[in-house]
Every structure is written in structure tokens, then in C-alpha cells.
């Protein structure tokens, strides 16, 4: 049976939408506002629905709002053409885990519906790239073994001739990841920040995964505690944001703000500025996985416009 998409756009960029979901199968409805969606909403069945962030009249956030408390079985994604982090405060408060900047990419859209419709095949690199041809694992047990472990994957995709033109950059990126996954997840969230070593215990650590496919390569960092949640990551992304803010405040008025920063979240939001393609994949109490997808003409290349992907398992 075709999945059923509804498509929230009064621009033209919805029919760049409808073609992308109709060749792979899915059936396009579209509406013009939100008030339009929610009267097809009662009277049609729907897999999915895409908004733009700008409706006339109720806006996206009112749509999803109505979404979230009458039809909360059925995922939705807003697309945008605007600077995600102008208006992430209204995300943060509302839980919206799913944000795509326009020109969407046609195969991250795809994989993001399908994965959010069925809730399934969501963990593990392969079930986001075709023709793998190496996947390679790191165990992580203590936190002295992260350094070793990222500079191994950093020198291993090197070896498969992929050129990394900011090593620094995804150093720091996998790094930060890694040891969110080493002790937040793990309950040692005041060792972190002080700085001080540990050990796992028995029967617990963390994968480092990587492939690599044609001329991509992938990494995800693997946890099997699933204490990671939506709402954290949403905050964690907010507050770095309310921090750059006052960091530009501070660099026009000469005011001292040290006090006011910190490095929380900082990890989080390096994944979503940094990876061309990645994907926050929580279920709760089990695993969490953080993928990250690198194309060979991604370089790191830090993203003006960013986008937001969390696939949040409820079953």
C-alpha cells in the first residue's frame, strides 16, 4: 500500500517535493495553508506531513501543534528556506525534532520519511548507505581510549583515499561525540566536567562504527543506555545558540560574558553544523545512535543553513 504524504507549501518548492516523494512511490496531497491541512487531516488518512515553516494565516508551529495533540501517531517535518537557528526557540518549545533546509536533499528526505513513518531499521550504518563495502568497529570502555580510537578512524578513511581537508575539525567533532556517549550516557556527567577519567562498568562501553560507500564514508557513535532524549537535545542546541548570541553582543558592546559561557552542548550542535548528512536516533532506555554521513565533496565544510533530524522510537 502507497504511503500518504500531505504537503503544506504555498511556494512553488512543493512541487519539487510532490516529484521527489511520488518517484519513490509515495501519494502526494497538497494543501495551501494550515487551516487547509488540518480540514484534509480530518477527512483523508495520512502517513507523514510536510510543512513550511511560513503558512498564511496559522503558521507551521500552530499545524504542528494540532498534529501533535489530535493525530500524535502521524510524524511531521518542516522544511525551510530560512536560517534555522533565527527561530529555534520556537522549536525548543514546542519538541519539534525534524527541520529541513530548502533545497532539501533528495535522499535525505526520503530516508528521514520512511524511517519516521515506520519506525524501523533505524539503527546501524547500513540502513543508511547502499553498496557498504567496509564496516569497522572500536570498543570504548574507559575514557583514556577516545583519543586513540578517533585518531584511528581519522587515519583509517584517510587510508581509503578520502581527502579530509579540516582533520581538525572532525577531530574535535568526533571527540566531543564520544565522550558525551562515555559520560553523560553513563551517568558521569559531573566527572566530565571536572575533567576526570573513568571506567566503564562491567557489560557496559561504546561503539565507534565506520564505512565507507562509493564516494561516501560514515561514522556513528553508539551507545546501549538510550538515556539521550529529544528534549535534550533540543536544549542542548538552544542554549549554544543563546550563547553565540551573547558572544555577538559581547564583541559589539566590549562586555564581559565569561561567566555566562560554557561548553554544554557544544558536541550536539557541532554534528548538525559540520555533517552534511547525520541523524540523532534515540529509543528510550535501549540505544542511542548518532550518525554521521561525509560525502567526498562535503570536506567539513561548516553548513550556513542548518537542518534538525531526530528519529525518536516510541515502540
Request: charge should be negative; glycine fraction near 6%; include cysteine.
Amino acid at each position: 500500500m502507497k504511503k500518504k504524504v500531505l504537503i503544506a507549501d504555498i511556494s512553488e518548492y512543493k512541487k519539487t517535493l510532490g516529484n521527489i516523494y511520488s518517484s519513490y512511490g509515495f501519494e502526494v496531497t497538497f494543501c495551501d495553508s494550515a487551516f487547509d491541512a488540518i480540514s484534509k487531516l480530518k477527512a483523508y488518512e495520512f502517513d507523514l506531513v510536510v510543512s513550511e515553516v511560513e503558512l498564511p494565516g496559522d503558521n507551521a508551529f500552530e499545524l504542528y501543534d494540532y498534529i501533535s495533540e489530535n493525530y500524535p501517531g502521524i510524524p511531521t517535518i518542516m522544511v525551510t528556506d530560512k536560517n534555522i537557528d533565527t527561530f529555534f526557540s520556537r522549536v525548543f518549545s514546542q519538541g519539534i525534532g525534524n527541520v529541513l533546509h530548502k533545497p532539501v536533499n533528495e535522499s535525505e528526505l526520503i530516508t528521514l520519511s520512511i524511517k519516521l513513518i515506520t519506525g524501523t531499521a533505524i539503527f546501524g550504518l547500513r540502513n543508511y548507505l547502499d553498496n557498504v563495502t567496509d564496516i569497522k568497529k572500536i570498543r570504548i570502555k574507559n575514557s583514556d581510549q577516545i583519543k586513540k580510537a578517533v585518531a584511528m578512524i581519522i587515519d583509517q578513511v584517510s587510508g581509503w583515499g578520502f581527502s579530509i581537508n579540516r582533520k581538525s575539525t572532525l577531530t574535535l567533532l568526533l571527540n566531543e561525540m564520544a565522550i558525551n556517549a562515555v559520560y553523560h550516557s553513563h551517568g558521569f556527567t559531573a566527572e566530565k566536567l571536572n575533567r576526570i577519567p573513568v571506567t566503564l562498568p562491567d557489560n557496559s562501553f561504546v561503539d565507534l562504527f565506520f564505512c565507507r560507500a562509493d564516494d561516501t564514508y560514515a561514522i556513528s557513535i553508539t551507545d546501549y543506555n538510550g538515556k539521550l532524549t529529544k528534549e535534550r537535545i533540543l536544549g542542548s542546541i538552544n542554549d549554544v545558540i543563546k550563547q553565540n548570541m551573547l558572544l555577538e553582543k559581547s564583541f559589539e558592546t566590549g562586555e564581559d560574558i565569561s561567566d555566562l559561557i560554557s561548553e554544554s552542548g557544544r558536541g550536539i550542535d557541532l554534528v548538525r553544523k559540520l555533517s552534511g548528512e547525520y541523524y540523532f536516533i534515540i529509543k528510550k532506555d535501549f540505544r542511542t545512535e548518532i550518525i554521521l554521513i561525509f560525502k567526498e565533496s562535503d570536506n567539513q565544510n561548516s553548513h550556513e543553513y542548518t537542518s534538525l533530524k531526530i528519529i525518536d522510537v516510541k515502540y
